[in-house]
T-cell receptor, first 119, second 112 residues
């Protein structure tokens, strides 16, 4: 099966500019996640969708970050305006997990990530 | 703050040796997972252990879980140069819904 696709792989922008990342999850995966991974740290959850609804966005800096998953398939994460501290790898992941289900565990399949450098 | 904390931060061993990485967490969990990340790549799921399990095996991997101490360990036996990567534990808390929270990782280097 095809994996989680992300683009672009690399992006360099100036501070205060905007950037958008795209993710196409594994076909049939209901749940999609965006994580931020700063160099040398573990991934931090930004937002979690189930189908096209937001499940958890408590750690998303909503003044500058936004994300959508309009048709319950692919997703876009936007940063506007970017700050120096946003330099990181943005990882998209998907899983078959559904909150309404009692079975199954939340095992994630990750894409290769989009590396953002803000100058 | 992150739920899991790995120890050590970095580990360097020779090929053929065993590697042990530890993870401690703070709150009660539903399950704990280990992921591997090769340089410049995404994370790959290795193994999951549920809160009612104490030990699981998968190939050269052995994971233990001690819920009384809120800790887990990952053992890689007969390590290979290809095992060089960062290893992360991740927890699903009992009250955090389905959120998977990652630790800071252990950087493992296996020297040929």
């Amino acid at each position: 099966e095809a994996g989680v696709a992300q683009s672009p792989r690399y992006k360099i922008i100036e501070k205060r500019q905007s950037v958008a990342f795209w993710c196409n999850p594994i076909s049939g995966h209901a749940t999609l996640y965006w994580y931020q991974q700063i160099l040398g740290q573990g991934p931090k959850l930004l937002i979690q969708f189930q189908n096209n609804g937001v499940v958890d966005d408590s750690q998303l800096p909503k003044d500058r970050f936004s994300a959508e998953r309009l048709k319950g398939v692919d997703s876009t994460l936007k940063i506007q305006p970017a700050k120096l501290e946003d330099s990181a790898v943005y990882l998209c992941a998907s899983s078959t997990f559904r909150r309404s289900g009692r079975s199954g565990a939340n095992v994630l399949t990750f894409g290769a990530g989009s590396r953002l450098t803000v100058l | 703050s992150q739920q899991g904390e790995e120890d050590p931060q970095a580990l360097s061993i020779q090929e053929g040796e065993n590697a042990t990485m530890n993870c401690s967490y703070k709150t009660s969990i539903n399950n704990l997972q280990w992921y591997r990340q090769n340089s410049g790549r995404g994370l790959v799921h290795l193994i999951l252990i549920r809160s009612n399990e104490r030990e699981k095996h998968s190939g050269r991997l052995r994971v233990t879980l001690d819920t009384s101490k809120k800790s887990s360990s990952l053992l890689i036996t007969a390590s290979r140069a290809a095992d060089t990567a960062s290893y992360f534990c991740a927890t699903v808390g009992e009250t955090s819904g389905s959120r998977l929270t990652f630790g800071e990782g252990t950087q493992l280097t296996v020297n040929p």
